[in-house]
């Protein structure tokens, strides 16, 4: 392939995306709107209108933050690539840093950082003006950035030294190295799931056991009927953040655990709440978890085979507006020109990806409605959405093409009719 050719098919799939995102998102918001003046029938005596109007204009509102998002994004994209961006660094890391692996780490960095700076304003907006707006903000700025502090230095850490031993990889072990930097990177997955619960999320969030003693007896025999083991029940306090509400289980092996958010407890009854995990644990006993890590697993061993094909292509380089350098490494150009253009070239598939997640969650909801109410579900599943403002009326193929849920009104009848 040529690097022209390259370049016209970048931007084509680019071009294409943007179009696709804004008629799927104009479609959203003139459905939305449609239907904001009435409750939908099967929620009319649950859910009053003043919620669900709310439910409408955040729907809205956080679907237009997105779209502009995407716009910076798309910007972001061209300014690092065809404008030249990511060749500027890239001389002004070697001239400093000359070839070897403190240039290659430097330009990886640099690229982390800048990227982070240019989202920094729209994280702190969406946080505070957005979710502020429709009360669901409860972080303060001192929180929102001794989270950033910490999220960065854990970045940092373990980011830094996943890519430090890919690029070693890249370079000292022929052209299976991508085979190589697979098995490191599925460890590394691996380990996370034991690190995550243990050590990374309580530096975010306190846990304590849960005490309400009536709960966890209910709970506990939820988990002796089904067949789980945990290593323990957990309140979480998620109300330091938000006043969104949710349940998860997490962890691997000796290390799982079940969480519980402060905003969940104090709005379900423990028969509701009984419900919800019965769904979470759903995923866990149909082996739902275990087939998206597989799936995740086959779909990175192969990007990485690409990768280890591109790499060694010019036109990769220069159809994107970098030129190699002669007698330098070029594998951490490779990795970042990778990770900027594959979202680009992937976004056509994402309905796929949205179908398997649903299909997943009717089977988590008729698993827990064997082991539980699927009233008790249902009441619950009502609860959050009104709690989480989530819409009832989200245009359908806003939804098959995005979201990883069934819509409210086709899970709920599905629920119903079991």
């Given at each position: 392939?040529?690097?022209?050719?390259?370049?016209?098919?970048?931007?084509?799939?680019?071009?294409?995306?943007?179009?696709?995102?804004?008629?799927?998102?104009?479609?959203?918001?003139?459905?939305?709107?449609?239907?904001?003046?009435?409750?939908?029938?099967?929620?009319?005596?649950?859910?009053?209108?003043?919620?669900?109007?709310?439910?409408?204009?955040?729907?809205?509102?956080?679907?237009?933050?997105?779209?502009?998002?995407?716009?910076?994004?798309?910007?972001?994209?061209?300014?690092?690539?065809?404008?030249?961006?990511?060749?500027?660094?890239?001389?002004?890391?070697?001239?400093?840093?000359?070839?070897?692996?403190?240039?290659?780490?430097?330009?990886?960095?640099?690229?982390?950082?800048?990227?982070?700076?240019?989202?920094?304003?729209?994280?702190?907006?969406?946080?505070?003006?957005?979710?502020?707006?429709?009360?669901?903000?409860?972080?303060?700025?001192?929180?929102?950035?001794?989270?950033?502090?910490?999220?960065?230095?854990?970045?940092?850490?373990?980011?830094?030294?996943?890519?430090?031993?890919?690029?070693?990889?890249?370079?000292?072990?022929?052209?299976?190295?991508?085979?190589?930097?697979?098995?490191?990177?599925?460890?590394?997955?691996?380990?996370?799931?034991?690190?995550?619960?243990?050590?990374?999320?309580?530096?975010?969030?306190?846990?304590?056991?849960?005490?309400?003693?009536?709960?966890?007896?209910?709970?506990?025999?939820?988990?002796?009927?089904?067949?789980?083991?945990?290593?323990?029940?957990?309140?979480?306090?998620?109300?330091?953040?938000?006043?969104?509400?949710?349940?998860?289980?997490?962890?691997?092996?000796?290390?799982?655990?079940?969480?519980?958010?402060?905003?969940?407890?104090?709005?379900?009854?423990?028969?509701?709440?009984?419900?919800?995990?019965?769904?979470?644990?759903?995923?866990?006993?149909?082996?739902?978890?275990?087939?998206?890590?597989?799936?995740?697993?086959?779909?990175?061993?192969?990007?990485?085979?690409?990768?280890?094909?591109?790499?060694?292509?010019?036109?990769?380089?220069?159809?994107?507006?970098?030129?190699?350098?002669?007698?330098?490494?070029?594998?951490?150009?490779?990795?970042?020109?990778?990770?900027?253009?594959?979202?680009?070239?992937?976004?056509?598939?994402?309905?796929?990806?949205?179908?398997?997640?649903?299909?997943?969650?009717?089977?988590?909801?008729?698993?827990?409605?064997?082991?539980?109410?699927?009233?008790?579900?249902?009441?619950?599943?009502?609860?959050?959405?009104?709690?989480?403002?989530?819409?009832?009326?989200?245009?359908?193929?806003?939804s098959a093409f995005y979201d990883s849920h069934p819509p409210a009104?086709?899970?709920?009848?599905?629920?119903?009719?079991?």
């Amino acid at each position: 392939m040529s690097s022209l050719a390259f370049t016209v098919l970048f931007i084509s799939f680019l071009l294409i995306s943007l179009v696709v995102r804004f008629w799927l998102a104009s479609r959203h918001i003139r459905h939305i709107l449609a239907n904001r003046a009435t409750v939908p029938a099967q929620f009319a005596g649950q859910i009053s209108l003043e919620a669900h109007q709310k439910a409408a204009d955040y729907s809205i509102a956080k679907t237009k933050f997105a779209l502009f998002i995407v716009l910076l994004n798309a910007a972001v994209l061209i300014g690092f690539t065809l404008m030249g961006g990511l060749q500027w660094l890239a001389n002004a890391s070697f001239s400093v840093f000359g070839d070897g692996w403190r240039y290659q780490l430097a330009l990886v960095l640099a690229f982390a950082l800048i990227s982070g700076l240019i989202e920094l304003p729209f994280d702190y907006f969406r946080q505070f003006v957005l979710e502020a707006r429709f009360g669901f903000n409860r972080m303060s700025p001192a929180l929102f950035f001794a989270d950033l502090f910490k999220s960065t230095v854990l970045s940092l850490a373990l980011g830094l030294s996943l890519v430090w031993i890919t690029l070693i990889l890249m370079e000292k072990s022929g052209d299976l190295w991508w085979l190589y930097a697979w098995i490191v990177w599925c460890s590394f997955q691996m380990l996370m799931l034991v690190l995550v619960p243990l050590f990374i999320a309580p530096m975010f969030n306190k846990f304590k056991p849960l005490e309400d003693e009536n709960l966890r007896t209910r709970i506990e025999n939820l988990m002796q009927r089904i067949g789980f083991a945990s290593s323990g029940l957990f309140v979480m306090d998620g109300s330091r953040r938000s006043a969104h509400g949710n349940a998860y289980f997490s962890g691997f092996g000796a290390a799982k655990r079940i969480v519980f958010f402060d905003t969940l407890l104090e709005r379900l009854a423990p028969h509701e709440i009984e419900a919800v995990l019965a769904h979470e644990l759903g995923h866990f006993k149909l082996k739902h978890i275990v087939k998206r890590i597989c799936v995740m697993f086959a779909a990175s061993l192969a990007l990485l085979a690409l990768l280890g094909y591109l790499k060694t292509q010019t036109w990769f380089f220069t159809g994107l507006g970098v030129e190699p350098m002669m007698g330098a490494s070029n594998d951490a150009m490779a990795l970042i020109l990778f990770a900027l253009v594959l979202p680009v070239f992937s976004f056509l598939f994402s309905p796929l990806t949205s179908l398997s997640s649903r299909k997943h969650e009717f089977e988590a909801d008729a698993f827990a409605a064997q082991h539980t109410s699927s009233q008790d579900l249902v009441s619950a599943l009502v609860k959050l959405y009104e709690d989480n403002a989530s819409t009832l009326t989200p245009d359908p193929l806003h939804s098959a093409f995005y979201d990883s849920h069934p819509p409210a009104s086709v899970r709920i009848n599905k629920l119903l009719s079991t």
